[in-house]
C-alpha cells in the first residue's frame, strides 16, 4: 500500500477534530422526549489551512456546526449535509460539496488552488431536521436510545463568516523528510520518519502477498555478510562410528515435517514454529541480534489435525504459526495497526497478538479459496462454483460482525479475548457470477483470473479457456472477458498458468513439454508475445507447475526450476535477456552438475535462489547454495554454502534455517566499530607519530566467535566476505590472502583547518597503521573513518597528539686555548735563582744543626 501524505494529513486533522468537538458531547445532557419539538438557532464556521499556500498546493477545508448531531453515535444516527462556496481571486465561484459531516457534525474537503491572489471561502448548512437514521441494530444501545427523544427536532439554517486563503506563487516548504539512514538502524522507526516505510519491510507469509516472492519494501543484502547464527535443532554430522559405511547426519524434516515451516517477520522481529521433540512452540526472535525475546510452549486452545495437518511425528497438538498480518485499522475513534500471528488448522484459525505471542480469539468454519491480503490487511478468500456463487470471505468481517462485536457501534477494533467466532459471518459479499467457468488461478485486487480445462501433469491439454471476473464494488462477479482456445500452442502439450503482473499488464501461461512460456493482455486476454526461447529439458518436472516456477517484477519473467539455470526474460517482448548457470558441483547428479533452484524472494533489484531437495538422501549434497543475483545483468553477486528450506526478508535482513547444520542463519549489512591511537602522544615538531588501529565486525555473532578472535572479528573487504563467513561460521578453512577495509585518517589542526593524512587498508586482523609528522604546535585531533560498504555500517574514532617546541640544537664543545706564559727577563730569571739557592742553603743549615 502506497504512503499517502495527504491522506496521513487529513487523517491526523479529522482526529484532532473528533477528538476536540467529541469534548463539547459530554456537556450536552440527554433528557426524555420533546413535545413539542424543538427548534434552535445554529452556527456555521470554516477554516482553511494551511495559510497562506503556494499555487498548485492542497489546502484542508474544514467546517463545522456550534451543534452535533444529536442522535449520531458511531455508525448511526443522523449527519449534516454541508456545500462550501470558494470564490476565486478572478471573481469565478465555485461550489464544494454537498458534502455529508461525520457524527460529530464536522467535514473537510481537500482543494487546489490554481490561482495567485485571495480566495474567499464560506461554508453553508441547510438546516436538518432529526429522523434517527441510520438506525443502530436491535438491542439498541442505550445512549441511542435515549438520545432518540431529538427525532422531529429542527436546526435551522445558517451561514459561516467569509475566510480568506492567501495564495502565493513559491510554495509553502512544509516539514522535510527525514532521509533514509546510512549508518546502523533499529527498531522501532520513529513516528516522524515516514519516509523510512521503504525500507521497513515486513514477510508476511509468501503466498498471500500481491506479489509473491516479491519483498518490495525492504533492501536487500548485497554480500554474504553474517550477522549471527541460532541452533534450531542438532544437525550437521552425527560423529562417532559410521554405519554401513554411511556417515549419519542428524535428521532434517526436510520430507514431510518440515521443521523449519513458515518464517514470519513483522517489525523486525522473526517469529518461526519449532517441532522439534518434546519442544513445540514458537519464538520471538530480534532480526537484528538474534536475541530471543520470548518463547511460547504451544499456548492457547490446541487443534489435534494428525498427520496431514503437518503435526510432527503424526501429532498435530501444538501451534504451528502460518502466516502474519497487519491490519490497518482507521475510523473516527481509531487509527494504526495492529500486527497478529495466525495459526491455520484447516477451518479453524486461531489468533495471536504479535507483541506477547499470547492466544486471543479462534475463527471456525473458515473457508478455502483463493488467498489475498485486503486494502486494510484483512486476510481475504475469494469462493467461486461453477453454479455461478462468487463469494469474499473476510477475517475482519468474521470478528467485526455486528451481532457479537458490540463494539462496532462506537468504530473500534476490540477482538474479544478467548472468543471462538463463526466464520459464516465473515462474508463480505456474494455475488453472480457465470455458470460453469472453472477455478480461480490469480486475486489481482479489481479482478480474478481463472481457468478451465488446463490439463494435468500426465494427460496434457485440449480445449482450455481463461477469463476474468470483476471485483469493483457494484460490479463484483461481472464477466470482463473470456477468451476460448481449441488447443494449446503445441499440439498435445501442456498448459499451466504462469505468473501475472498487472503493472506490465499481462498474464502467462507454461507449456511444459516444450519449456516455454506465452503472455497475453490482462485486460482483453488477446496474444501479446510468445513462445519464448526453449529453457533446459530438466525445467520440465518444474514448469508443469507453472506459477511456481516463475515470478514478474521489474518489467521481467524470472523462471527457475530443476536445470539449475535461473532464465530471464522481457515481460515486454518475451525476449531472453540473460541466463544464469549455476556453477556445478561433483555431488550433483542433476543436468551438468547443477542443483535445482527454488525462488526465495525478489527485493531490491536482486534474486535470491537456494537450492533444495524434497527427500534428500543422506549424506547431503555438497554444494548447495543461498544466492543472490543482479536482476538487471544476470550476475551472480554472492553465493554461500547454505541448504535452503524457504529464507524471508525484512528490514534488509535474510533468515533461513540451514539443514548443513541445524542452524538458522541471518545475512545482512552489520555494524562496524573504529578504533584509533597515536603514540607518542606528545612530540617536538618536527617528530613523527605512530598512527594505528582497528576496524572490527560488532555483529551480534561476533560475541559466538570471540574465542577465536580475542582482539574482536576483524572486517573484511565485501570482495572477500563469502569466504571470510564461511571460515568464521561454517568451519571452512580461512582464506590466506583476504583484504581488510579501507580507512580515512583525517586531522583537525590547530587553528581548526582540515587536514587530509590519506588512506591505509587494515590487515586480516583488522589493524592498520601510518605514519605521520604534523607540522605546527599545538594540539592535533586524529579521526579515524570507515566509511561503510556493502557488508558493514560506517564507523569512526578520534584520538589527540600535542606538538610542542622543537628543543635548542645541541652544540659541540670547544677545547679551551692554553693561557698565554708570562714574560720573564733575564736579570728577573738570575733574580729567582739566587733566591732559590739561598732557601735551598738556609734548609740545609738547619738540617745539620738538627743532627748534632
Known amino acids: 500500500m502506497k504512503f499517502s501524505r495527504n491522506k496521513a494529513k487529513v487523517t491526523t486533522i479529522s482526529l484532532v477534530l473528533v477528538l476536540t468537538i467529541s469534548a463539547i458531547l459530554v456537556a450536552f445532557p440527554t433528557v426524555g422526549a420533546h413535545d413539542p419539538p424543538r427548534t434552535k438557532d445554529?452556527?456555521?464556521?470554516?477554516?482553511?489551512?494551511?495559510?497562506?499556500?503556494?499555487?498548485?498546493?492542497?489546502?484542508?477545508?474544514?467546517?463545522?456546526?456550534?451543534?452535533?448531531?444529536?442522535?449520531?453515535?458511531?455508525?448511526?444516527?443522523?449527519?449534516?449535509?454541508?456545500?462550501?462556496?470558494?470564490?476565486?481571486?478572478?471573481?469565478?465561484?465555485?461550489t464544494l460539496g454537498p458534502i455529508t459531516s461525520d457524527p460529530v457534525g464536522s467535514g473537510y474537503a481537500l482543494y487546489i488552488p490554481d490561482q495567485v491572489g485571495t480566495y474567499t471561502f464560506q461554508s453553508f448548512f441547510p438546516g436538518h431536521t432529526y429522523t434517527g437514521e441510520p438506525a443502530p441494530p436491535q438491542p439498541w444501545d442505550p445512549y441511542i436510545t435515549s438520545n432518540m427523544a431529538y427525532v422531529n427536532d429542527t436546526l435551522n439554517p445558517s451561514e459561516s463568516d467569509i475566510v480568506e486563503l492567501t495564495v502565493q506563487a513559491d510554495p509553502v516548504m512544509g516539514t522535510e523528510d527525514v532521509p533514509l539512514p546510512t549508518e546502523y538502524w533499529t527498531r522501532p522507526i520513529e513516528g516522524e520518519n515516514r519516509e523510512w516505510y521503504k525500507i521497513g519491510g515486513n514477510w508476511l507469509a509468501a503466498g498471500e502477498q500481491d506479489v509473491p516472492g516479491f519483498a518490495e519494501y525492504t533492501t536487500a543484502p548485497k554480500t554474504?555478510?553474517?550477522?549471527?547464527?541460532?541452533?534450531?535443532?542438532?544437525?550437521?554430522?552425527?560423529?562417532?562410528?559410521?554405519?554401513?559405511?554411511?556417515?549419519?547426519?542428524?535428521?532434517?524434516?526436510?520430507?514431510?515435517?518440515?521443521?523449519?515451516?513458515?518464517?514470519?517477520?513483522?517489525?523486525?522481529?522473526?517469529?518461526?514454529?519449532?517441532?522439534?521433540?518434546?519442544?513445540?512452540?514458537?519464538?520471538?526472535?530480534?532480526?537484528?541480534?538474534?536475541?530471543?525475546?520470548?518463547?511460547?510452549?504451544?499456548?492457547?486452545?490446541?487443534?489435534?489435525?494428525?498427520?496431514?495437518?503437518?503435526?510432527?511425528?503424526?501429532?498435530?497438538?501444538?501451534?504451528?504459526?502460518?502466516?502474519?498480518?497487519?491490519?490497518?485499522?482507521?475510523?473516527?475513534?481509531?487509527?494504526?495497526?495492529?500486527?497478529?500471528?495466525?495459526?491455520?488448522?484447516?477451518?479453524?484459525?486461531?489468533?495471536?497478538?504479535?507483541?506477547?505471542?499470547?492466544?486471543?480469539?479462534?475463527?471456525?468454519?473458515?473457508?478455502?479459496?483463493?488467498?489475498?491480503?485486503?486494502?486494510?490487511?484483512?486476510?481475504?478468500?475469494?469462493?467461486?462454483?461453477?453454479?455461478?456463487?462468487?463469494?469474499?470471505?473476510?477475517?475482519?468481517?468474521?470478528?467485526?460482525?455486528h451481532e457479537e462485536f458490540s463494539g462496532n457501534n462506537y468504530w473500534t477494533w476490540r477482538p474479544f479475548m478467548g472468543e471462538t467466532f463463526d466464520g459464516n459471518n465473515g462474508y463480505s459479499w456474494n455475488a453472480t457470477a457465470p455458470v460453469g467457468l472453472g477455478s480461480i488461478f490469480a486475486v489481482l485486487g479489481d479482478r480474478l483470473l481463472g481457468q478451465s480445462g488446463m490439463g494435468s501433469y500426465d494427460y496434457g491439454t485440449n480445449a482450455y479457456s481463461i477469463w476474468c471476473l470483476n471485483l469493483e464494488q457494484g460490479h463484483e462477479g461481472e464477466l470482463m472477458w473470456k477468451k476460448d482456445y481449441a488447443s494449446p500452442p503445441t499440439q498435445n502439450a501442456t498448459v499451466t498458468p504462469g505468473p501475472v503482473s498487472v503493472e506490465d499488464g499481462i498474464f502467462t501461461i507454461a507449456i511444459k513439454e516444450t519449456r516455454e512460456w506465452y503472455a497475453y493482455d490482462l485486460d482483453t486476454g488477446e496474444y501479446v508475445w510468445g513462445p519464448t526461447e526453449s529453457m533446459n529439458a530438466y525445467d520440465m518436472y518444474s514448469m508443469r507447475r507453472g506459477t511456481g516456477t516463475g515470478i514478474i517484477v521489474y518489467g521481467k519473467l524470472l523462471a527457475y526450476g530443476y536445470s539449475g539455470v535461473l532464465y530471464c526474460f522481457d515481460a515486454s517482448t518475451g525476449q531472453l535477456l540473460w541466463t544464469e548457470p549455476t556453477e556445478s558441483g561433483f555431488d550433483s547428479y542433476y543436468d551438468e552438475g547443477r542443483f535445482p533452484l527454488s525462488l526465495g524472494f525478489v527485493a531490491d533489484g536482486k534474486i535470491y535462489l537456494y537450492s533444495t531437495e524434497h527427500s534428500a538422501s543422506k549424506p547431503l549434497w555438497r554444494g548447495s547454495k543461498l544466492r543472490c543475483i543482479n536482476i538487471e545483468s544476470g550476475e551472480t553477486l554472492w553465493a554461500t554454502d547454505h541448504w535452503g528450506n524457504h529464507p524471508a526478508i525484512g528490514d534488509g535482513y535474510i533468515v533461513d534455517l540451514n539443514n548443513y547444520d541445524g542452524q538458522i542463519y541471518c545475512y545482512g549489512k552489520g555494524?562496524?566499530?573504529?578504533?584509533?591511537?597515536?603514540?607518542?602522544?606528545?612530540?617536538?615538531?618536527?617528530?613523527?607519530?605512530?598512527i594505528e588501529g582497528m576496524v572490527t565486525d560488532v555483529s551480534a555473532g561476533a560475541k559466538s566467535v570471540e574465542a577465536r578472535f580475542p582482539n574482536g572479528l576483524p572486517a573484511i573487504a565485501d570482495v572477500d566476505m563469502t569466504e571470510w563467513m564461511d571460515y568464521v561460521y561454517k568451519q571452512k578453512p580461512m582464506p590466506m590472502d583476504a583484504s581488510g577495509v579501507s580507512v580515512t585518517l583525517d586531522a583537525i589542526a590547530p587553528d581548526g583547518s582540515f587536514i587530509?593524512?590519506?588512506?591505509?587498508?587494515?590487515?586480516?586482523?583488522?589493524?592498520?597503521?601510518?605514519?605521520?609528522?604534523?607540522?605546527?604546535?599545538?594540539?592535533?585531533?586524529?579521526?579515524?573513518?570507515?566509511?561503510?560498504?556493502?557488508?558493514?555500517?560506517?564507523?569512526?574514532?578520534?584520538?589527540?597528539?600535542?606538538?610542542?617546541?622543537?628543543?635548542?640544537?645541541?652544540?659541540?664543545?670547544?677545547?679551551?686555548?692554553?693561557?698565554?706564559?708570562?714574560?720573564?727577563?733575564?736579570?728577573?730569571?738570575?733574580?729567582?735563582?739566587?733566591?732559590?739557592?739561598?732557601?735551598?742553603?738556609?734548609?740545609?743549615?738547619?738540617?745539620?744543626?738538627?743532627?748534632?
Open 42 to 94: 445554529s452556527w456555521a464556521y470554516v477554516a482553511v489551512s494551511p495559510n497562506p499556500i503556494g499555487q498548485g498546493q492542497n489546502v484542508f477545508v474544514t467546517f463545522w456546526l456550534d451543534t452535533l448531531p444529536q442522535t449520531a453515535n458511531g455508525a448511526y444516527g443522523d449527519r449534516y449535509t454541508w456545500t462550501v462556496e470558494v470564490t476565486k481571486p478572478d471573481g469565478s465561484k465555485e
Open 224 to 401: 554474504a555478510h553474517i550477522m549471527w547464527t541460532r541452533p534450531y535443532w542438532f544437525g550437521g554430522v552425527v560423529g562417532g562410528e559410521v554405519p554401513n559405511g554411511q556417515i549419519p547426519y542428524y535428521y532434517d524434516g526436510l520430507s514431510y515435517e518440515r521443521l523449519w515451516r513458515t518464517a514470519i517477520i513483522i517489525n523486525g522481529i522473526l517469529y518461526y514454529s519449532v517441532d522439534t521433540p518434546p519442544r513445540y512452540g514458537y519464538y520471538a526472535i530480534d532480526i537484528r541480534t538474534g536475541e530471543e525475546l520470548w518463547f511460547q510452549n504451544s499456548t492457547g486452545p490446541l487443534q489435534a489435525t494428525g498427520s496431514g495437518g503437518g503435526g510432527t511425528w503424526g501429532s498435530g497438538d501444538y501451534v504451528k504459526l502460518s502466516f502474519g498480518q497487519i491490519l490497518e485499522y482507521d475510523c473516527p475513534n481509531q487509527h494504526g495497526a495492529f500486527a497478529y500471528l495466525w495459526a491455520n488448522y484447516g477451518s479453524t484459525w486461531q489468533m495471536y497478538d504479535a507483541w506477547t505471542g499470547n492466544w486471543i480469539c479462534n475463527i471456525e468454519n473458515v473457508p478455502g479459496g483463493s488467498a489475498a491480503y485486503g486494502p486494510i490487511g484483512s486476510i481475504l478468500r475469494y469462493q467461486y462454483n461453477n453454479k455461478g456463487y462468487l463469494s469474499l470471505w473476510n477475517s475482519t468481517q468474521a470478528i467485526w460482525y
Open 756 to 852: 587530509n593524512i590519506g588512506r591505509v587498508t587494515s590487515d586480516m586482523s583488522g589493524m592498520f597503521k601510518k605514519m605521520w609528522t604534523p607540522d605546527t604546535e599545538g594540539e592535533y585531533t586524529i579521526i579515524a573513518t570507515f566509511e561503510g560498504s556493502d557488508s558493514y555500517f560506517s564507523s569512526y574514532a578520534e584520538t589527540a597528539v600535542g606538538v610542542g617546541s622543537a628543543l635548542a640544537p645541541i652544540q659541540p664543545i670547544e677545547p679551551e686555548e692554553p693561557a698565554e706564559a708570562p714574560f720573564i727577563t733575564t736579570e728577573i730569571a738570575i733574580i729567582i735563582a739566587v733566591v732559590v739557592v739561598a732557601i735551598i742553603g738556609v734548609v740545609a743549615f738547619w738540617a745539620l744543626r738538627k743532627r748534632k
Open 671 to 690: 555494524p562496524s566499530a573504529t578504533t584509533v591511537t597515536a603514540s607518542p602522544k606528545v612530540v617536538a615538531k618536527g617528530t613523527g607519530v605512530l
